[in-house]
């Protein structure tokens, strides 16, 4: 299993920056993506970004020139630097993984962290 742990979110003004962290544990080396979604209330969930194992990154339009997907194997975080934020950024912010092994292939998910921005 993969364990995802969020963190960043909170309140900042329109134009400010946030950067959310999320930290993988478990088994890491499952992994073969992970990306970041958000839902903001009574619409569904969308992606916002994603890197793969390889380092290549895929934005959602909207977000494009202001947000940045970022992964530090390292440290085993993923991070999203957002600038620019509008009101409409306003969402909770779901870290994903896609994991393939040989017990299970699919997604795990964070507890997800909030994302505020006011005009």
């Known amino acids: 299993q993969v364990q995802l742990v969020e963190s960043g979110g909170g309140l900042v003004q329109a134009g400010g920056s946030l950067r959310l962290s999320c930290v993988a544990s478990?088994?890491?080396?499952?992994?073969?993506?992970m990306g970041w979604y958000r839902q903001a209330p009574g619409k569904q969930r969308d992606m916002v970004a994603s890197i793969t194992s390889g380092g290549s990154t895929l934005y959602a339009d909207s977000v494009k020139g202001r947000f940045t997907i970022s992964r530090d194997n390292a440290k085993n975080t993923l991070y999203l630097q957002m600038n620019s934020l509008k009101p409409e950024d306003t969402a909770i912010y779901y870290c994903?993984?896609?994991?393939?092994?040989?017990?299970?292939?699919?997604?795990?998910w964070g507890q997800g962290t909030q994302v505020t921005v006011s005009a």
């Open positions: 478990g088994s890491i080396n499952s992994i073969n993506q």
């Open positions: 994903n993984a896609y994991s393939i092994s040989l017990r299970y292939r699919g997604d795990y």
